[in-house]
């Protein structure tokens, strides 16, 4: 008998002896001490064998079911999500990036402290082999780093991958502990607000072509928010945590936000309002010409920097076409640390509610504001971030933007209306009785080498019908349907699967005239 087997029959006679002493009036001290022994025996046995005989013992009642914040995607949902992601990189090469790709988990010093109040979401890790390690929280602080430590000064890269956050997930709305990222990020030294435009002109591309509905892309920044916090009389050292709170305006109505400044963070009553007064507004170029008239904001270089580039930028911003998809709106606040100059973000929009004060502080012209229902792209500039990161402290200025791809999957996946293609299968080869299989795979192994996706049945002696049905659900466009008339004559059938018309085509030429069939879809 082995030492495993040994174990295995010591477990199930202390279990007979547990049960029995539960079923007579043992004393409880007597209950407890061989239950006990019965664990003790079964944490031997997880030891020996890496657990596994272990779980099979104690999960016999296992629930099986996805963590807490993730899912299962199956082909469909598979297929959708990568249609999103090759309209996603097009945009993205398009603007001439190119990509890399950093761990799935970094030290934890990495990524701590550039994240403010969030950075209690980060997933920690357990010492490995005297490593404290983290999962990455977002790919920003990672390519800091990468550009950081190469001692890369110029780059326009994108990247695409999951990200770890200990958050309170919302399935529905698209919001997961585990998820993907998308980000395009440009990093160098460049003359004031062309990256940053083209950002923009990234976001409002890529919404553009997933079609997900209206949409608005929030400018603001940060240099002006802290001009705007000094003005109204917050103390330097609350900038950040009065930020934060300003960054949930798109969640929560300016009272709730008032209230959390006073009583939690213990800003005087009378100087929240006077920041109330500024997240109130958005606009345009009058925007910018308002604030630049401000008596405060003129006293106070930083924001005068910010005003600047404001302008700057929604000129280049309506060069490149943009100019009605994009707001200067001062209750964007994004509470991440890192960020230094320009931030946006793209939300989109939902039905008319109360009206806004515009730039000129009246009510907007329009008759109702439109409201937004979720951010689904957000980023701006970090020019202080990747110094953190290089041996000598060199700067290396960057603005990016993140494309929240989940959300937009959740969207498009509730809007979708008819069965997504799960394959890229362009021709299948049928037989129209039996015997033919031997054809069959010479026919399909002719088509694979010359390129084609093509597929057929596993079973030698498929009914027609079948075969023909299969084609239909799956949406493969063409068939090549077989028969010992039609090959003694060296034709085969080429069917066309939606409109169900045949055509006999000679073998000799049949990859040919596949090409040019399906040239023209």
Same mark, same amino acid.
């Given at each position: 008998?082995?030492?495993?087997?040994?174990?295995?029959?010591?477990?199930?006679?202390?279990?007979?002896?547990?049960?029995?002493?539960?079923?007579?009036?043992?004393?409880?001290?007597?209950?407890?001490?061989?239950?006990?022994?019965?664990?003790?025996?079964?944490?031997?046995?997880?030891?020996?064998?890496?657990?596994?005989?272990?779980?099979?013992?104690?999960?016999?009642?296992?629930?099986?079911?996805?963590?807490?914040?993730?899912?299962?995607?199956?082909?469909?949902?598979?297929?959708?999500?990568?249609?999103?992601?090759?309209?996603?990189?097009?945009?993205?090469?398009?603007?001439?990036?190119?990509?890399?790709?950093?761990?799935?988990?970094?030290?934890?010093?990495?990524?701590?402290?550039?994240?403010?109040?969030?950075?209690?979401? =980060?997933?920690?890790?357990?010492?490995?082999?005297?490593?404290?390690?983290?999962?990455?929280?977002?790919?920003?602080?990672?390519?800091? $780093?990468?550009?950081?430590?190469?001692?890369?000064?110029?780059?326009?890269?994108?990247?695409?991958?999951?990200?770890?956050?200990?958050?309170?997930?919302?399935?529905?709305?698209?919001?997961?502990?585990?998820?993907?990222?998308?980000?395009?990020?440009?990093?160098?030294?460049?003359?004031?607000?062309?990256?940053?435009?083209?950002?923009?002109?990234?976001?409002?591309?890529?919404?553009?072509?997933?079609?997900?509905?209206?949409?608005?892309?929030?400018?603001?920044?940060?240099?002006?928010?802290?001009?705007?916090?000094?003005?109204?009389?917050?103390?330097?050292?609350?900038?950040?945590?009065?930020?934060?709170?300003?960054?949930?305006?798109?969640?929560?109505?300016?009272?709730?936000?008032?209230?959390?400044?006073?009583?939690?963070?213990?800003?005087?009553? !009378?100087?929240?309002?006077?920041?109330?007064?500024?997240?109130?507004?958005?606009?345009?170029?009058?925007?910018?010409?308002?604030?630049?008239?401000?008596?405060?904001?003129?006293?106070?270089?930083?924001?005068?920097?910010?005003?600047?580039?404001?302008?700057?930028?929604?000129?280049?911003?309506?060069?490149?076409?943009?100019?009605?998809?994009?707001?200067?709106?001062?209750?964007?606040?994004?509470?991440?640390?890192?960020?230094?100059?320009?931030?946006?973000?793209?939300?989109?929009?939902?039905?008319?509610?109360?009206?806004?004060?515009?730039?000129?502080?009246?009510?907007? !012209?329009?008759?109702?504001?439109?409201?937004?229902?979720?951010?689904?792209?957000?980023?701006?500039?970090?020019?202080?971030?990747?110094?953190?990161?290089?041996?000598?402290?060199?700067?290396?200025?960057?603005?990016?933007?993140?494309?929240?791809?989940?959300? =937009?999957? !959740? =969207?498009?996946?509730?809007?979708?209306?008819?069965?997504?293609?799960?394959?890229?299968?362009?021709?299948?080869?049928? !037989?129209?009785?039996?015997?033919?299989?031997?054809?069959?795979?010479?026919?399909?192994?002719?088509?694979?080498?010359?390129?084609?996706?093509?597929?057929?049945?596993?079973?030698?002696?498929?009914?027609?019908?079948?075969?023909?049905?299969?084609?239909?659900?799956?949406?493969?466009?063409?068939?090549?349907?077989?028969?010992?008339?039609?090959?003694? $004559?060296?034709?085969?059938?080429?069917?066309?699967?939606?409109?169900?018309?045949?055509?006999?085509?000679?073998?000799?030429?049949?990859?040919?005239?596949?090409?040019?069939?399906?040239?023209?879809?």
């Amino acid at each position: 008998m082995t030492e495993k087997d040994l174990l295995l029959a010591q477990i199930t006679a202390q279990g007979d002896a547990v049960r029995k002493l539960k079923s007579s009036a043992a004393a409880k001290e007597k209950i407890d001490e061989e239950v006990a022994k019965l664990l003790a025996l079964k944490a031997q046995l997880k030891d020996l064998d890496g657990g596994g005989q272990a779980a099979e013992v104690g999960n016999k009642n296992l629930v099986l079911k996805t963590a807490k914040g993730t899912r299962d995607y199956g082909p469909e949902s598979m297929a959708l999500r990568q249609q999103i992601f090759d309209k996603v990189i097009a945009v993205f090469k398009k603007h001439g990036a190119e990509t890399i790709d950093t761990p799935v988990f970094e030290l934890k010093e990495v990524l701590t402290g550039k994240y403010g109040d969030d950075s209690k979401l =980060i997933y920690d890790l357990k010492d490995q082999g005297g490593e404290i390690l983290a999962l990455r929280y977002d790919l920003t602080v990672p390519f800091a $780093r990468f550009v950081g430590m190469g001692n890369v000064f110029h780059i326009r890269r994108y990247h695409i991958a999951k990200v770890y956050r200990r958050d309170n997930p919302s399935m529905t709305k698209g919001r997961y502990r585990e998820f993907y990222q998308c980000d395009f990020d440009i990093a160098g030294t460049y003359d004031p607000m062309l990256p940053d435009a083209e950002c923009v002109k990234v976001v409002v591309e890529i919404l553009s072509s997933l079609d997900i509905g209206e949409f608005v892309v929030k400018l603001n920044h940060r240099k002006l928010l802290d001009g705007m916090f000094e003005a109204c009389g917050v103390p330097a050292d609350k900038f950040r945590t009065i930020c934060s709170s300003v960054d949930k305006l798109d969640k929560s109505p300016w009272e709730e936000v008032r209230r959390e400044m006073i009583a939690e963070k213990g800003l005087d009553a !009378s100087v929240a309002d006077r920041i109330g007064e500024f997240v109130r507004l958005s606009g345009g170029v009058e925007l910018v010409d308002k604030l630049a008239e401000d008596e405060n904001l003129k006293k106070i270089k930083p924001a005068l920097e910010g005003i600047a580039d404001m302008r700057l930028l929604l000129q280049y911003c309506e060069i490149f076409g943009v100019k009605d998809q994009i707001v200067f709106d001062l209750s964007l606040a994004r509470g991440l640390d890192y960020y230094t100059g320009v931030i946006y973000e793209a939300v989109l929009k939902a039905e008319p509610t109360t009206p806004k004060v515009n730039g000129g502080g009246k009510a907007s !012209s329009k008759d109702e504001e439109e409201v937004t229902v979720g951010s689904v792209a957000g980023g701006g500039r970090y020019d202080n971030l990747v110094g953190m990161f290089n041996p000598k402290r060199k700067q290396v200025p960057c603005v990016g933007v993140s494309i929240g791809v989940e959300r =937009i999957f !959740s =969207i498009l996946e509730g809007k979708a209306q008819q069965k997504v293609r799960t394959t890229e299968v362009e021709v299948y080869v049928a !037989s129209a009785h039996k015997g033919l299989h031997l054809k069959r795979l010479e026919v399909l192994n002719t088509l694979w080498n010359a390129g084609f996706k093509a597929e057929h049945s596993y079973k030698l002696n498929p009914k027609l019908l079948v075969q023909l049905q299969y084609c239909e659900e799956y949406q493969i466009p063409y068939a090549i349907v077989l028969g010992d008339g039609e090959l003694s $004559r060296g034709v085969v059938k080429l069917r066309e699967i939606n409109s169900r018309k045949e055509e006999e085509i000679p073998l000799e030429s049949l990859a040919e005239e596949l090409r040019k069939r399906l040239a023209v879809q």
